[in-house]
Nanobody, 125 residues
Framework: QVQLVESGGGFVQAGGSLELSCAASGPTSSMNVMGWFRQAPGKEREFVAAIIWSSGSTFYADSVKGRFTISRDNAKRTMYLHMNSLKPEDTAVYYC??????????????????WGQGTQVTVSS
């Protein structure tokens, strides 16, 4: 089991920036792919971005492409989500997740079997 701890959420005005972090501990074989998901009140948890841990290849939802950047620091075993040009519709609880699967990252939450506790991001208009 991989343990994931998010940090960095908060309150920001539209157009602002925030950076989320996700610190991982546990077997690296369980984190071949790492991802960020978000869930707004009354909505399903949705894919935001993912990264293949070994290669650093990145994947994004269309709604955040060009505004968000996912990255990782191997030595610190930490994943980041840098969010620019934030919009009120980005308001949600953001979760990091880990998957042991190889290959192109899945955008389905069911492909990820380890989750962090979530961190709130609120963007005001």
């Amino acid at each position: 089991q991989v343990q994931l701890v998010e940090s960095g959420g908060g309150f920001v005005q539209a157009g602002g920036s925030l950076e989320l972090s996700c610190a991982a501990s546990g077997p690296t074989s369980s984190m071949n792919v790492m991802g960020w998901f978000r869930q707004a009140p009354g909505k399903e948890r949705e894919f935001v971005a993912a990264i293949i841990w070994s290669s650093g290849s990145t994947f994004y939802a269309d709604s955040v492409k060009g505004r968000f950047t996912i990255s990782r620091d191997n030595a610190k075993r930490t994943m980041y989500l840098h969010m620019n040009s934030l919009k009120p519709e980005d308001t949600a609880v953001y979760y990091c997740a880990a998957s042991p699967r190889w290959g192109t990252p899945s955008r389905s939450r069911y492909a990820y079997n380890n989750w962090g506790q979530g961190t709130q991001v609120t963007v005001s208009s």
